[in-house]
């Protein structure tokens, strides 16, 4: 195999596994726009995503399909009760407490899982077979091309979703002035819980889609979550646009780290690039300068 | 207000160090002894949300640094124990000061964000490091503690050194928040812009809580290494970070004693529930969960004020000063 070629093997993994950060990044901050904080649960619904569609498609026999629709509807539902519940229901809404209820929220999500499906990794078969497919010479697994056309489903549509209607119009009115959308009539609340929910499903196909290749575990969301926060804030936290970039670039840079330097470090690098970005350039690659500094 | 607090010190102390006389059972000596240090990483944690409004969820990486760093450096290398202890709180602060000085900057997210990930990173190092750290099976073989010839080598000999070293701590937080440099981080955790019309150079502040509560984390792991010999990586795992976090808001942020019975009742807690080990999990999130939701000033001040008698120890909000206020 020549180095070339091996390079385009591993942008390929890289785009496989990146697409799946930047439906992750995209979850962090259609949250975070409406409402300002952090979801730490973000990476659980991809761990739940996964779990879901284990218990539809494999336990309950159900056909791939509905069972899909089913999961994303399941943990679309999470992500409303949890804005429902702990988040509508706080006594404090300064951001940083409700940053730590949602990590509240992350554990026990994680600790009902444990308790639910099991320690043990579980796994889910891929949506049409494991024969590679060959394109110019390097291999690519038929759940790659899924994840492909999946992600860029879900791009394009929530593209027109926030462009082309009114609800999703509404929603960037919220993000960009939360005092002048309830001035000009529109109901924020209702645009948070959408949030919310549109997060939780963003998640779920993650976890859906990103389950046949990785297996999945209770445990796997925290990992997955930061994952997908480090991609958000290497594009630029709160950008559309920003969180497929980062997602895509993390992806690429994992692949290239663990395949040509180490793999045991594989997934820090995501973490050192979180740090730096912090360090030196904390509005991220596509983002505009609207960090506070008193 | 100050010497009152020093009152009840010195009555929690002389409890604490009367305790062993009616404790036959090393167990519970070995529990209490983990309490004494999960408190010397809770009071400095409690001093950066209390005051600096922000939250770190690395803290487990700064206990695991000091465990770490002390356990490699003697057991390896031969170095001598107390001064190694030092050294590894030196690094560990520098470390803090390096991850402090650009998140603590910006909004109080990023640097949970930031700490996490620096804990997780640290806890990749220790399992894949293997030649230098033992790996993922651990670092046993660590010397004992030892000062003028006399070992400390039971649970019951090393309780009055890790008590002492918890109480000091216990003391100088209290030192600290009655002075100048106490009401400067009293005033920057009620308005930090306020506070730095005042003058008051907060970020300078709060780097510098920062990195005091990851050296008496530091200090706290040291200590917790060479106590038990054995370490290893699973107990500096993210979960310990944010067991101490909960321990913090359980008691209620700012208050030094809703502190000091956070980090006990939970760490007698979990013991008291063998049972239950299996929910373990779920039950850390679920407190974290009600308690942040209902009672944001703290699980206990929260639980006296609904019971009508708020005024066991002050109304909760006059006498703790309540950072993080600083939602965009």
């Known amino acids: 195999m020549t180095f070339g070629l091996q390079l385009f093997q591993f942008l390929l993994s890289g785009l496989t596994t990146g697409s799946t950060y930047a439906l992750i990044a995209i979850g962090f901050s259609l949250i975070h726009n409406a409402t300002g904080i952090v979801n730490f649960a973000q990476g659980e619904f991809v761990m739940l995503g996964g779990m879901f569609m284990i218990t539809y498609y494999s336990s309950l026999k159900l056909p791939m399909v509905l069972a899909f629709f089913l999961t994303l509807f399941s943990v679309s539902l999470i992500g409303l009760l949890l804005e429902r519940g702990p988040i509508r229901q706080a006594r404090s809404k300064e951001i940083l407490i409700l940053v730590m209820i949602t990590v509240g929220a992350s554990i026990s999500i994680k600790g009902l899982s444990m308790v639910l499906w099991g320690k043990n990794a579980m796994t889910l078969s891929s949506f049409s077979g494991d024969a590679p497919l060959l394109l110019w010479g390097a291999a690519i697994m038929p759940q790659s091309i899924w994840i492909f056309a999946i992600t860029l489903m879900v791009v394009v549509g929530l593209h027109y979703f926030f462009q082309g209607t009114m609800t999703g119009k509404a929603m960037r009115a919220v993000a960009a002035s939360r005092r002048t959308a309830v001035l000009t009539g529109i109901p924020v609340d209702r645009m948070i819980l959408l949030s919310f929910t549109l997060s939780g499903a963003l998640g779920a196909a993650a976890g859906i889609i990103l389950t046949p290749i990785t297996t999945t575990s209770y445990d796997v969301g925290v990992m997955l979550g930061l994952k997908g926060f480090s991609a958000a804030i290497l594009g630029g936290y709160g950008s559309m646009p920003g969180a497929v970039l980062g997602g895509l670039l993390l992806g690429v840079l994992e692949s290239l780290a663990a395949g040509l330097v180490s793999s045991e470090y594989k997934d820090a690098l995501a973490f050192l690039i979180l740090l730096a970005v912090l360090f030196f350039k904390p509005t991220g690659i596509l983002g505009r300068g609207r960090l506070r500094r008193v | ?328």
């Open chain 2, 1 to 328: 207000m100050g010497k009152k607090n020093k009152i009840y010190l010195l009555i929690f102390a002389a409890i604490i160090f009367a305790l062993p006389a009616f404790l036959r059972n090393n167990y519970h000596l070995m529990v209490l002894n983990v309490a004494a240090l999960n408190i010397l990483v809770v009071v400095g944690l409690n001093l950066l949300m209390g005051y600096a409004g922000q939250i770190s969820l690395g803290h487990a990486a700064f206990f695991g640094l000091g465990a770490y760093i002390s356990a490699v450096l003697t057991t390896t290398y031969g170095f001598p124990i107390w001064p190694t202890i030092l050294l590894a709180m030196v690094i560990t602060g520098m470390v803090a000061f390096a991850i402090g000085i650009p998140t603590l900057k910006l909004e109080g997210h990023y640097l949970v964000m930031a700490t996490l990930g620096f804990n997780v990173i640290v806890y990749i190092v220790m399992i894949q490091l293997e030649p230098v750290t033992g790996g993922p099976s651990g670092f046993s073989g660590i010397p004992r503690l030892q000062a003028a010839g006399f070992v400390f080598d039971s649970d019951r000999k090393i309780y009055f050194l890790l008590w002492a070293v918890s109480i000091g701590s216990l003391l100088l937080s209290l030192n600290l928040i009655h002075s100048r440099v106490g009401r400067a981080m009293a005033a920057l955790s009620q308005n930090e812009i306020a506070a730095r019309c005042a003058g008051i150079d907060t970020e300078r502040y709060k780097v510098k809580i920062f990195v005091l509560s990851a050296v008496l984390a530091s200090l706290a792991g040291s200590l917790y290494a060479h106590y038990l010999t054995f370490i290893s990586p699973g107990t500096f795992s993210f979960f310990y970070s944010l067991q101490v976090v909960t321990m913090v808001l359980v008691g209620g942020m700012g208050s030094l004693w809703g502190s000091l019975f956070g980090a006990l009742l939970l760490t007698l807690l979990p013991e008291a529930l063998h049972a239950v080990k299996e929910y373990n999990v779920l039950l850390y999130g679920l407190i974290l969960m009600v308690a942040l939701v209902f009672f944001p000033h703290g699980l206990f001040p929260g639980i006296a004020a609904v019971l009508g008698r708020g005024k066991i120890s002050g109304s909760p909000d006059s006498e703790k000063p309540l950072a993080l206020n600083k939602g965009t």
